[in-house]
C-alpha cells in the first residue's frame, strides 16, 4: 500500500495550508487514517486521525480549533485543513494507514507512512 502526500509549502503565520494523502485502489475505505508532525528536535507527534466510515475525528490538543482532518473515499484522499497556522506548527507531516483508530492515536504499530511533505511557518 503506497501513502501518496502533498500539499506542504511556506507560509506566514496565520495563514492556511490543506494537505493531501491518498492511497490509489479500493483498500483506502477500509482504513482509518492518520496525520503525525516531526521537526529534527522532537519525536513524531500525533495530530489527528479519522475513522473510515469518517464518523469519529481525534486531535492533538495543540491542533484541536485550527486543524481539521477529513476523508472523501471516493476520491481516495485523507485531508489536513491547517488554519491559523503558527511558526510551531513548521515540521515535515506524515500521513498514515491502520486497521485500528487507537492504534494511529497512540503511535502504535501502525501499518503504512506516506512520505513526509513539509510545512513551515514563518513568523
Known amino acids: 500500500v503506497q501513502l501518496q502526500a502533498s500539499g506542504g509549502g511556506v507560509v506566514q503565520a496565520g495563514g492556511s495550508l490543506r494537505l493531501s494523502c491518498r492511497i490509489p485502489?479500493?483498500?483506502?475505505?477500509?482504513?482509518?487514517m492518520g496525520w503525525f508532525r516531526q521537526t529534527p528536535e522532537k519525536d513524531r507527534d500525533f495530530v489527528a486521525a479519522i475513522s473510515s466510515s469518517a464518523k469519529t475525528t481525534l486531535y492533538a490538543e495543540s491542533v484541536e480549533g485550527r486543524f481539521t482532518i477529513s476523508r472523501d473515499n471516493a476520491k481516495n484522499a485523507v485531508y489536513l485543513q491547517m488554519n491559523n497556522l503558527r511558526p510551531e506548527d513548521t515540521a515535515v507531516y506524515y500521513c498514515?494507514?491502520?486497521?485500528?483508530?487507537?492504534?494511529?492515536?497512540?503511535?502504535?504499530?501502525?501499518?503504512?507512512w506516506g512520505q513526509g511533505a513539509q510545512v513551515t511557518v514563518s513568523s
Open positions: 485502489g479500493p483498500a483506502f475505505s477500509l482504513f482509518h
Open positions: 498514515a494507514a491502520d486497521g485500528r483508530i487507537d492504534h494511529l492515536r497512540e503511535q502504535r504499530g501502525i501499518d503504512y
